[in-house]
């Protein structure tokens, strides 16, 4: 049977076994994946097993070992931008795997352990307390990474957040868990205290609110401070092994006295930021441009930070 040449074009069409453009045998290769690149998401995927971790552990009501794994969590994100940042193994795709994992860290995990906690008491209203903390993380994470791509921030807003970070407003946000392990009484102070408080924290993290990031913080160490640094770490986690929740506790309420701190540093690099961009804009305004073109603060070669770390 034979087939007309408008019949084998349209065939070869459909059914066509290769590429028009590659010769036959020709398979694509796809460029190895340097290490270097993998060790971050690696960081970022052991903190995503912590937090689901500290979700089974509430559900078996061992409180303290849950506390304990978002904790570590915490730690492990603080550190994988760094990692990611050093090794210059930041990704695209390693930014949107440490949100998402950020999501279910500092956002699901504290609001499932406070509701098994307590806030079931409550019931549908200890819920949506619940819900409200979650999807506020949510929404804290989603404004991160845009504001991050935007080039014509001020470079001096790199050291500050908007809104309490989701991995401190995991930590912050567990406060009446901390009170407990203390010592407070559980029914007459911490459940009214832990339902007003969880929403508190929450608005704090979509509020315009700038918070000290401490980004620029730890990048040069002066040599005559190696060794004091080196012995502060350390005296630090052998105190959070020895004393968790007074440690916890007392550096909660110290992140939240320097709320105010960070707010009136913000105005202050806003004040000395106005007059430098009203001399731009008169500068435009005399070689007769109709809007001045001021250039990006932020170089475009440097590739943003990774989203969502303690940050």
């Not at 796809?30 to 559900?59: D, E, M, Q, Y």
């Amino acid at each position: 049977m034979e087939f007309s040449p408008a019949s084998e074009y349209i065939a070869n069409m459909i059914f066509s076994p290769f590429e028009p453009d590659r010769p036959h045998g020709h398979r694509r290769r796809f460029r190895a994946i340097p290490v270097r690149t993998l060790l971050p998401n690696v960081v970022t995927l052991l903190a995503l097993c912590a937090g689901l971790t500290a979700i089974r552990l509430a559900t078996e009501q061992k409180f303290e070992l849950a506390l304990a794994a978002v904790v570590f969590a915490a730690l492990l994100d603080g550190i994988d931008g760094r990692i990611a940042r050093m090794l210059k193994g930041t990704s695209r795709f390693g930014a949107e795997l440490d949100s998402l994992a950020d999501f279910v860290n500092f956002g699901v995990a504290p609001a499932l352990i406070l509701y098994m906690w307590g806030l079931n008491e409550f019931k549908s209203i200890g819920w949506i307390a619940s819900l409200v903390f979650a999807l506020c993380a949510a929404l804290r994470l989603a404004r991160f990474n845009v504001m991050a791509d935007d080039p014509n921030r001020p470079a001096w807003t790199s050291n500050f957040f908007v809104g309490i970070p989701a991995p401190a407003g995991a930590i912050t946000v567990l406060l009446p868990l901390y009170a407990q392990f203390l010592g407070a009484s559980h029914y007459l102070l911490l459940m009214p205290f832990a339902f007003l408080y969880t929403i508190l924290i929450a608005l704090l993290m979509v509020s315009r609110l700038p918070v000290f990031s401490g980004k620029r913080v730890g990048k040069r160490v002066p040599p005559e401070m190696v060794l004091p640094v080196f012995v502060a770490v350390v005296l630090f986690f052998a105190v959070l092994v020895s004393y968790p929740w007074e440690t916890l506790t007392a550096g909660t309420l110290v992140y939240l006295a320097c709320l105010p701190l960070g707010w009136l540093s913000y105005r202050e690099q806003e004040r000395k930021d106005s007059p430098k961009l009203a001399e731009g804009l008169a500068e435009g305004l005399a070689e007769g441009e109709s809007a001045p073109a001021l250039a990006p603060t932020v170089p475009s070669s440097e590739e943003p930070d990774r989203p969502a770390r303690l940050n």
